[in-house]
């Protein structure tokens, strides 16, 4: 059981836009703590896509973008392209388990 | 770059030692984490440890049984792992911690450990 929640899957046609929840609580995202994102595609290691909330690093596309609001954060995938089919996770801290910790993972599907 | 390499197929019980070398950057300035993926599952923190080794921290679901520790002077992580249980099957990944930020930035392609009688 993760601590933080995502859904389990999203669809959208190639170039619309997805957007993906994580949901935390008071002693991870409403603490304060960032929330990152990572890209994992089939079969491959995961891959920094967004940090501290909204930043992305080098060489990601500007497609991709991040906000946090309360215990919950999002990121939206904008012009979804068929590259973009990959499981999606959300990271934060958890000041209670002292601990690091991952959202469940969502799948991306581009239609 | 991180590389893993010592995974293996080994019976409940038994012990495991993974590696994770390092190359492109300073090791001794960064904190170092492993994460496991079990077989069509998410991801799962395991342990961290600091740049000079002094701070580690461990997942309940390990405590006691896995120990993280590096060697500065080789640009190597290890995670040894003892009493390994059948839930302790995943590919197990290295990763660099970004500074101050808890985010991981860099990730090997990871080493699959099995465990099963």
């Known amino acids: 059981q993760s601590v933080l929640t995502q859904p389990p899957s999203m669809s959208g046609a190639p170039g619309h836009r997805v957007t993906i929840s994580c949901t935390g609580t008071?002693?991870?995202?409403?603490?304060?703590?960032?929330v990152h994102w990572y890209q994992q595609l089939p079969g491959t290691a995961p891959k920094l896509l967004i940090y501290?909330?909204?930043n992305r690093p080098s060489g990601v596309p500007d497609r991709f973008s991040g906000s946090k609001s309360g215990t919950s954060a999002s990121l939206a995938i904008t012009g979804l392209q068929a590259e973009d089919e990959a499981d999606y996770y959300c990271?934060?801290?958890?000041?209670?388990?002292?601990?690091?910790?991952f959202g469940s993972g969502t799948k991306v599907t581009v239609l | 770059q991180l590389l893993e390499s010592g995974g293996n197929l080994v019976q409940p019980g038994g012990s495991l030692r993974l590696s994770c070398e390092v190359s492109g950057f300073t090791f001794s300035k960064y904190a170092m984490n492993w994460v496991r993926q079990a077989p069509g599952k998410g991801l799962e923190w395991v342990s961290v440890i600091s740049g000079d080794g002094a701070r580690r921290y461990y997942a309940e679901s390990v405590k006691d049984r896995f120990t993280i520790s590096r060697d500065n002077s080789k640009s190597t992580l290890y995670l040894q792992m003892n009493n390994l249980r059948v839930e302790d099957t995943a590919v197990y990944y290295c990763?660099?911690?970004?500074?101050?930020?808890?985010?991981?930035?860099?990730w090997g392609q990871g080493t699959v450990v099995t465990v099963s009688s």
């Open positions: 501290d909330n909204n």
């Open positions: 990763a660099k911690e970004m500074p101050a930020r808890r985010a991981f930035d860099s």
């Open positions: 008071s002693t991870n995202i409403g603490a304060g703590f960032h």
């Open positions: 990271q934060s801290y958890d000041s209670r388990l002292n601990i690091y910790v």
